[in-house]
């Protein structure tokens, strides 16, 4: 599910990773479905290859440079990203850490803001029918060698589930 920040901003990440798109919020989020500027869109794919090419931990060996630009870059990018989405989503890349960008304007790329809050509220419409399903989303760990339950709350003991049915 999308995340959001403590304000209520909607969370994208920035990295690269093995599912064709460095952009993940709530999941790998594809750049068709993002409708980011093709400037923008080329630059991120441009970005995530040049790692596959170059800083991928399953090749022998890379330059310190290399992984300097890949950072400065990634900076650059998340920054872009964090304009065209504007001042109602958090970026996070993680590269060298987490590093975090926010707007505070307006986004210069409102359909791709659009995308990104739609998906965030898809998600969370998702997980609201996910709960009613499963009774209102009470969660438990199963000890099938016991078979006692343990239910997550204040208590902090597997006693707490013996106050439950």
């Known amino acids: 599910m999308t ?11 920035v990295f690269p990773d093995y599912a064709g798109t460095v952009l993940w919020s ?18 991120l794919q ?4 040049f ?5 991928d931990p399953d090749r022998p060996t890379h330059t310190t440079q290399d992984a300097y630009d890949f950072a400065v870059t990634g900076r650059a990018l998340a920054g872009q990203l964090s304009e065209e989405l504007g001042r109602g989503v958090e970026v996070h890349l993680i590269v060298e850490g987490r590093q975090v960008f926010r ?3 307006a986004p210069l790329n409102p359909r791709a803001a659009k995308a ?13 029918a996910l ?6 989303g009470r969660w438990y760990a199963y000890n099938p060698v016991s078979g006692s339950r343990f239910y997550p709350g204040p208590a902090r003991s597997d006693d707490n589930a013996r106050a439950h049915p």
């Open 3 to 13: 995340e959001r920040s403590q304000d209520g901003r909607v969370i994208v990440r």
């Open 26 to 43: 709530g999941g790998a989020v594809d750049y068709e479905e993002a409708h980011l500027s093709q400037e923008l869109e080329g630059d």
């Open 46 to 49: 441009a970005w995530e290859s």
């Open 51 to 55: 790692h596959r090419s170059r800083l």
């Open 103 to 105: 707007s505070t304007e």
């Open 116 to 128: 990104f809050h739609a998906r965030a509220e898809r998600q969370a419409a998702e997980a609201r």
């Open 131 to 136: 709960i009613e399903k499963v009774d209102g």
